[in-house]
């Protein structure tokens, strides 16, 4: 009698699902504008909460509890630009994809408005500190994210902002599990506070159920908060907790004590700070150390390495071209660190892109419909389409945009050049559309200049510095607007339909260049008809290389050529 065979192993399981903060509102969602910021942000914004519910907006029963831009800006007493600013900045780090300030035109803003609970959990995050870099004298395991004294500030003004970034920057630049241990952190010293900003009062009750949350108030924590991991789809908190159980589904799910929603918020938190500090000991203990409470951290590393990465880091590339398609990139998240002179071309529809600490680089950015930012960069070229554009503490760049939104200029900047965008690629006008992008209005000559000093930075500033505006951009001449040339061994990826840059030029910059090809064909015919004898034609010859030399150095467009150093 045969043996029966033995049953094939089970298939491997995916980890179960963590918490994690959304790092949109913690990384794009800052805005550097004191009157956002409180001292005591529950008491100010519950106060706030109570004057918007009173005055909505005639919205259907679908999206309740809306306020116009107006009672926006009349309750905080900011300018229309800057509630015009705030209103777009929540947009484009809101976690729905249908909320109607997600899809509103810009025209449409008015009519729709924002969601009172989403404005209000907003404005709490602005107390947020950003994560200091490694090394840092401030850097201590800061569970709050308040600045501190630092001995820093006699030299910070001294430093450029790349040699404040630089600092051996693959070391000292926050790791992803870095700042998403901050967020945490900082999310769970706020979590009583943020969840009473959502809670309704309800009287009878004892003082530990006097406050509760009804399940439509419990959904905007999603825009903090998610449950899923690398590379999967995010799953809103109601479809994870199991607070509002209801036996009969057609009735809603009853209220649920706010004391309940933080201890199950607070375990899961804690859960994942545990997570991530055991998953941070296996990596650098590696995996010869591990030990049985790392197993389950590594069994999730390896079924992540299994499925396409949340966010995709570009570093250290130095004096060459690097060049990623839509195919090539498996995330809608990119951040560009640390580069120097090279050419990087990223043609793809994105959400977000970072670019941070680079010098003397140029970079394609292909539509980006969320956000982009830009900091601590010396002498770069940025050319993006994007729906908006925030700009931090560089020196001597010059951005090519096309862009829907007033680009942001904050912090400590010097010589910040302005420009409308001079490129294409085939598939740009493809992923303009993926991801919402107008080629009208193009908004890159109206940018909004802030404060010199960021108040969401740990490092501490001298007193009377932060009332101080930062250094404005100027534009272009258009005698120095040249088109930028994408070369075409780059875009062997399908076909496309883009033919042409299609963003309008300004009449300026049109005049400036038909004037600039006009010479060109003049020259040319000069260079075609002029008898010369065959040593001046060398004479010739050889002067225009050398000036061609020179401007390729003198306005960095060498780097262009590293594509070829490969062919």
Not at 211 to 223: D, G, K, P
Not at 370 to 380: D, L
């Amino acid at each position: 009698m045969t043996s029966p065979s033995p049953s094939p192993p089970p298939p491997e399981q995916p980890p179960p699902f963590h918490l994690h903060p959304r790092r949109e509102p913690f990384e794009h969602g800052l805005i550097p504008l004191q009157k956002l910021i409180f001292p005591d942000p529950t008491q100010t914004l519950t106060t706030l909460r109570t004057k918007l519910l009173q005055n909505p907006l005639s919205t259907t029963h679908h999206h309740p509890h809306r306020v116009h831009p107006n009672a926006v800006m009349e309750t905080l007493q900011i300018s229309p630009q800057h509630t015009r600013l705030l209103f777009n900045t929540i947009a484009s780090v809101h976690p729905s994809v249908s909320d109607p300030i997600v899809t509103a035109k810009p025209d449409e803003v008015d009519s729709v408005g924002v969601n009172v609970y989403d404005l209000i959990l907003f404005l709490y995050i602005q107390s947020y500190k950003r994560l200091l870099p490694k090394g840092h004298k401030d850097s201590p395991a800061i569970a709050d994210v308040w600045p501190s004294i630092s001995a820093f500030d006699g030299f910070l003004s001294a430093l450029t902002p790349l040699q404040l970034a630089r600092g051996n920057v693959r070391r000292s630049t926050p790791s992803q599990a870095d700042e998403e241990a901050h967020q945490l952190s900082y999310l769970h010293k706020h979590l009583g506070n943020i969840i009473s900003l959502l809670a309704d009062s309800v009287e009878g009750q004892t003082e530990e159920d006097s406050l509760v949350l009804t399940m439509e108030n419990f959904e905007h924590l999603s825009f903090l908060f998610y449950f899923g991991d690398k590379g999967l789809e995010n799953i809103p908190l109601s479809q994870h907790a199991p607070l509002f159980a209801n036996s009969d589904p057609d009735m809603p799910a009853a209220p649920v004590p706010a004391s309940q929603v933080h201890d199950w918020i607070e375990e899961s938190i804690n859960f994942a700070l545990q997570r991530i500090s055991e998953r941070v000991a296996a990596k650098e203990n590696g995996p010869g150390h591990a030990n049985a409470s790392d197993h389950d951290a590594l069994m999730d590393n390896n079924y992540a390495n299994t499925i396409k990465p949340s966010i995709s880091h570009i570093e250290g590339i130095s004096r060459q071209s690097y060049v990623k398609q839509a195919s090539e990139l498996n995330t809608s998240f990119v951040k560009v660190i640390n580069c120097h002179e090279s050419v990087i071309y990223l043609l793809a529809p994105l959400k977000y892109a970072t670019v941070y600490g680079c010098s003397d680089a140029t970079i394609v950015l292909g539509a980006v419909g969320k956000a982009v930012r830009i900091e601590h960069c010396e002498r770069v070229h940025v050319i993006s389409a994007a729906k908006r554009i925030c700009i931090a503490n560089c020196r001597e760049c010059v951005f090519f945009l096309g862009v829907n939104q007033q680009p942001l200029i904050v912090g400590d900047n010097h010589k910040l050049q302005v420009a409308p965008y001079n490129t294409f690629y085939p598939q740009l006008e493809e992923h303009m559309k993926q991801v919402s992008i107008e080629a009208s209005p193009n908004r890159w000559d109206e940018p909004i200049a802030l404060g010199l000093v960021d108040p969401h930075d740990l490092i501490s500033h001298p007193a009377g510095v932060s009332d101080c505006q930062t250094e404005f951009a100027t534009h272009l001449e258009p005698d120095q607007f040249t088109n930028f040339l994408i070369p075409n061994w780059f875009q062997d990826e399908g076909c496309g339909s883009t033919k042409d840059n299609p963003f309008p030029l300004p009449d300026v910059y049109m005049s400036s260049q038909q004037k600039s090809d006009k010479n060109l064909v003049e020259v040319k015919q000069i260079l075609k008809e002029t008898q010369l004898e065959d040593n001046r034609k060398r004479e010739l010859s050889t002067a225009l290389h050398v000036y061609f030399k020179d401007w390729l150095y003198a306005s960095g467009n060498v780097r262009q050529l590293y594509c070829l150093q490969g062919e």
